[in-house]
């Protein structure tokens, strides 16, 4: 696999390794993967947090967000609910 990165980003991944002794394609891949794991747990934990929410009580029916969302965000009125939210026309499940 190949990554195209900024002369930016080359430099100071390229400073990283030599300040720490490392490989560069080690460090880089250290660092992504790190990144990606905290993504990941991020994700989780906004899971965990609206499941939370939903078994507490603390949910809204969607016909009202839908409703809130369109008057923001000036969205047609000709689109379902479930087509706001997926961010597709057509895919609304009838």
């Given at each position: 696999?190949?990554?195209?990165?900024?002369?930016?980003?080359e430099?100071?991944l390229?400073?990283?390794?030599e300040?720490?002794?490392?490989?560069?394609?080690?460090?880089?891949?250290?660092?992504?993967?790190?990144?990606?794991?905290?993504?990941q747990?991020?994700?989780?934990?906004?899971?965990?947090?609206?499941?939370?929410?939903?078994?507490?009580?603390?949910?809204?029916?969607?016909?009202?967000?839908?409703?809130?969302?369109?008057?923001k965000?000036?969205?047609?009125?000709?689109?379902?609910?479930?087509?706001?939210?997926?961010?597709?026309?057509?895919?609304?499940h009838?």
């Amino acid at each position: 696999m190949t990554l195209t990165i900024t002369s930016k980003t080359e430099a100071m991944l390229l400073a990283k390794a030599e300040r720490e002794g490392e490989d560069i394609n080690t460090l880089a891949d250290v660092l992504l993967a790190g990144l990606l794991a905290r993504d990941q747990a991020k994700e989780t934990d906004a899971i965990r947090a609206g499941l939370e929410a939903s078994d507490a009580g603390r949910v809204r029916p969607l016909a009202e967000v839908a409703a809130e969302m369109r008057a923001k965000y000036n969205l047609p009125t000709h689109l379902s609910d479930e087509e706001i939210f997926s961010g597709e026309e057509g895919t609304a499940h009838k």
